[in-house]
């Protein structure tokens, strides 16, 4: 497989609206669409946001090897990428770009390790509570455990390629906008990249 990226981040770190502004600036990038067994939200669709399959599609898949990664991530809640979605991407010319868990990221670096990992770090556990609060989406007991998963996340953050902070994210977007041209121009390639402390 030709060259990947993989964005990582905890929950409410900035990193789906930093992937979407990329896609839009740079035609060569696919997004690569994860599969899930969970119900879709109302804005969603399927193929698009995700592959929604059952819970026993998704069991079957596990056991046909169709899966290039796979997590148990909330509470019974499965994601995983799909080698069919990958195959899709490669023939079409394109570079896939991933939005992983960290543990997914960490699985497909030790199969590929051409992909370049990207993680967006908060500011600070503090500014990544406001940040879930203010989504008012999340009951207590589920913001604590998004919380705590965050801060186990980041304790693998200096495995990846690069970190990006994200404290305001006009000044991360430039940032990451001329790091990622340099690497789909083959001007830099993984585990060459500056780490952010």
């Given amino acids: 497989m030709d ?5 990582s981040a905890p929950s409410g770190s900035g990193k789906t609206t930093i992937i979407n502004k990329l896609l839009k600036k740079f035609p060569k990038l696919e997004f690569s669409v994860s599969a899930t067994n969970r119900d879709p939200r109302d804005d969603e669709s399927h193929g698009i946001h995700y592959y929604f399959l059952s819970q026993d599609e998704f069991n079957s898949k596990i056991t046909n090897g169709e899966f290039l990664e796979w997590e148990e991530v909330y509470g019974g809640a499965m994601y995983g990428t799909l080698l069919s979605e990958i195959d899709r991407i490669c023939k079409s010319g394109k570079v896939a770009l991933f939005d992983l868990d960290v543990h997914g990221a960490l699985k497909v670096k030790k199969k590929f390790t051409n992909a370049f990992l990207i993680f967006v770090l908060p500011p600070s556990i503090e500014d990544l509570k406001e940040r ?10 589920f913001l604590e455990k998004r919380l705590d998963k965050a801060k186990e996340e980041i ?3 200096t495995k990846f390629d690069y970190i990006l902070l994200n404290d305001d994210v006009d000044e991360a977007l430039v940032e990451i906008h001329d790091v990622i041209h340099d690497f789909l121009e083959h001007k830099l390639v993984p585990s060459t990249f500056r780490i952010v402390d």
């Fill in 132 to 141: 879930l609060e203010k989504r008012s989406s999340e009951t207590p007991e």
């Fill in 155 to 157: 304790m693998h953050a």
């Fill in 3 to 7: 060259n990947i990226i993989i964005f």
